[in-house]
């Protein structure tokens, strides 16, 4: 599967953004997950959205401030990220991995590990700013 990331750009502290994630095939068949890499730092995973759609996580850092939501028809993945903060600064990435392999392979209760991805796309930038 093919990912293309958009949606990042400049916004102010305690501003929003919703960044899209399109997939060449279907998302049902795969879990979709957002990681970032700020300036200086690891890459951090940040969510992720199980086929159902029901099933999401969220890192700590962002819990309470962004949603991931799924939209089947377009095979397009969205991550809503509000009261954003400098800290926030990263280039976006999402990224997928087969849901008939990975729910019989690890326990989905916690965000899964960069490893575990196969399809990555190319990031977006998101600066918080004033």
């Known amino acids: 599967v093919q990912l293309q990331a958009s949606g990042g750009g400049l916004v102010q502290p305690g501003g929003s953004l919703r960044l899209s994630c399109a997939a060449s095939k279907n998302i049902d068949d795969y879990i979709i997950g957002w990681f970032r890499r700020a300036p200086g730092k690891e890459r951090e995973g940040v969510s992720f959205i199980a086929p159902t759609h029901d099933g999401t996580h969220f890192s700590d850092s962002v819990k309470g401030r962004f949603t991931i939501s799924g939209d089947s028809a377009k095979n397009t993945v969205y991550l809503q990220m509000r009261n954003l903060q400098p800290e926030d600064t990263a280039v976006y990435y999402c990224?997928?991995?087969?849901?008939?392999?990975?729910?019989?392979?690890?326990?989905?209760?916690?965000?899964?590990?960069?490893?575990?991805?196969?399809?990555w796309g190319q990031g977006t930038l998101v600066t918080v700013s004033s």
């Open positions: 990224a997928a991995t087969s849901w008939a392999w990975i729910r019989n392979t690890v326990a989905l209760d916690t965000l899964l590990p960069a490893s575990l991805y196969d399809y």
